[in-house]
């Protein structure tokens, strides 16, 4: 028997109740006990566990948030690294450490481990954009939620003859975007990934609009490049008038177009809600593998799907760059532009 | 009978449902209906004279070409903002001329209602919110029969206790603000969700008290940013989870502050609103050093398919008021009164406002909803 301390760092995602579920029942068949650490990182600095036996994951999986809570705490950061933390892993015997977190809370893992910590890692992420692995946890809700809102905004679009930019996330990756994109038969997708044309979107709109279509849905990822000569309203406070790459857009495009140009930016409702079924069951089966790998004792590992199957990988290849849209994804969706 | 229809200002769930209907019922009785395309925009850019574009600007309709459509939200006869009565100089159609001697805005009336001869409609429904329906009225006056139906997803047609779209727009609301709810808890923060809703708070409080949010700021009711500080403060800091939601009407205002309107006035004098949530938000961050999720919801209040109860409305009006038009009335509009289905006379909107009442229904010392008596009001309670 060993123990097992779970914690789930950074921002919410779709999934994390399920990933938890699934590794507490699977530690409890292998005869292991699991630990849950509160409020990230900083639970695991400050000593804040709970024992989380089989009752405690019921009726968690179609829940969104994360029961453990989370925090934006990092021990290399706000502590003394691997000294901060390892006092509370001594007085738990706890064994192996599960961290699900993104990019940046799996490299903290990964120094961790160097350290002396016995890590093993759970990618997450609504963006997809982790290295080592096909997909992550959350980010089929996501696209799911931005496809449903592509739909119901073509009604409205073409209800007006609009032009409607939606701005989804993605600061330097563009697989939300581009998956929304597709599915949501977008006009024109812009991603971080790939430097666009403004004229060129505008004159495949006005081709479009030319030929009967009299309505546009384009999708934009949140981190392309601003289009030059943009300056910002403010308001009477000296505020901002509203953010987003997509609000700096829109009059370039009714000015290029002639057509109304609208903004909806889908912000926090992409991470927000209930997983979807397929990001119920990938998170399901990653917790479960991360108990096996604790049972197993190999640590240094992050848990990841390879070819539908999944797997143990070395923690530093989910450490690596992060990963971008790859090139015959984005050509299936340049297809269908305008 | 040729019974034409149009669809004018914001579209709401529910429009192609009603335009539906009403070829059905019409259909039912051995009447025709034709489509005016791009609401009132049509009687302004069609050319009588010119056959393209009296076919450009319509839409013959049948049982079979609408069997369809209520499935989706929007309206197939897409819609405009465009006012006959009132249009500017860089927005008249070549082959018009303003009449001798008029000022800005010109009034293209006459030719408005020779469109409607050409195209030989004998009764026009146009569906649409007060500015739409405030053009059907003038026509009533110049003697077209005009029956109307009111939509909008502010509920705030005076005249009807009800409009097509806004069970939808509010049930959007609340489904959006659930879903805002884990990732707020989450990161125990404030979440600031701004809802369209121009003049009028009604989208604001009714979602606001139907997803039980801490607080609601109106448009009604300027907000005192320090005061909303220190209960979304404490909302936060009594709930478990450590979060705290409010909700923002897109026409609400901070004090010592005016509304955020952008670009130029339509046909209507309104300008685009917008930005009042982020402002909001902006200075909560400041007074209570707490990160905000800001959240728009903006144009997915209004989109997508209609729930059943603006299925139920659309259908009945729609019925209605083919009903009306075939009996030879004019002047009226459909209208629920008191739970039961009527209709109005049209100039029934020019004659009031249609508001949430502050008193009854809103604290504006609390930003809460506080419904101080629900017997004997209507079902959405304005």
Known sequence: ?338 | MRIGILTGGGDVPGLNAAIKAVVNRAAEHGHEVIGLRRGWAGLLYVNPDDPASLEEFSQPMDPNWVRTIDRSGGTVLHSSRTHPGKVKASDVPDFLTPPDGAQEPYDFTPHAIDVLEAYGIDVLIPIGGDDTLSYGLRLHQEGVPVIAIPKTMDNDVHGTDYCIGFSTAVTRGVEFIGNLRTSTGSHERIAVVELFGRYSGETSLITAYLAGVDRAVISEVPVDINRLADYLTADRAANPSQYAMVTVSEGAVVEGGEMLLSGEADAYGHRKLGGVGEQVGSMLKEVTGIHIINQTIGYLMRSGSPDSLDLMVANNYAVMATDLAVEGQSGRMVALKGGTYTNVPISMIGEGVKRVDVGEMYDPETYRPNIRHVGGKPMFLY
């Open chain 1, 1 to 338: 028997m060993s123990v097992i301390g779970v914690l789930t760092a950074g921002g919410d995602c779709p999934g994390l109740n399920a990933v938890i579920r699934g590794l507490v029942v699977r530690a409890h068949e292998n005869d292991d006990e699991v630990l849950g650490i509160l409020n990230g990182w900083e639970g695991l600095m400050e000593g804040h566990v709970e024992m989380l036996d089989n009752h405690a994951v019921e009726e968690i999986l179609p829940k969104g948030g994360t029961i453990l809570g989370t925090s934006r705490k990092d021990p290399y950061v706000h502590g003394d690294g691997y000294e901060s933390v390892a006092r509370t892993l001594k007085r738990n015997d706890i064994d192996s450490l599960v961290v699900i977190g993104g990019d940046g809370t799996l490299r903290t893992a990964l120094r961790l481990g160097e350290d002396g910590a016995n890590v093993i890692g759970v990618p997450k992420t609504i963006d997809n954009d982790i290295s080592g692995t096909d997909f992550t946890f959350g980010f089929d809700t996501a696209v799911q939620i931005v496809t449903d809102a592509i739909d119901r905004l073509t009604t409205t679009a073409e209800a007006h003859n609009r032009v409607i930019l939606v701005e989804v996330m993605g600061r330097t990756k563009g697989w939300i975007a581009t998956y929304a994109g597709l599915a949501g038969g977008a006009q024109a997708i812009l991603i971080p990934e790939v430097p666009y044309d403004i004229e060129q979107i505008a004159a495949l709109i006005r081709r479009r609009h030319r030929h009967g279509k009299n309505y546009s849905i384009v999708v934009v990822a949140e981190g392309i490049e601003p289009p030059e000569k943009v300056t910002l309203q403010k308001d009477v406070f000296g505020f901002d008038r509203l953010g987003g790459v997509a609000y700096q857009l829109a009059p370039v495009i009714e000015e290029l177009t002639g057509y109304e140009t609208r903004v909806t930016v889908l912000g926090h409702l992409q991470r927000g809600g209930t997983p979807s079924a397929f990001d119920r069951v990938l998170a399901t089966r990653l917790g479960a593998k991360a108990a096996d790998l604790a049972a197993e004792g190999q640590h240094g590992t992050m848990v990841a799907m390879r070819n539908a199957n999944i797997v143990g990988v070395p923690l530093a290849e989910g450490c690596a760059e992060i990963r971008g849209v790859d090139d015959e994804l984005f050509s299936v969706a340049q297809s269908f532009f305008g």
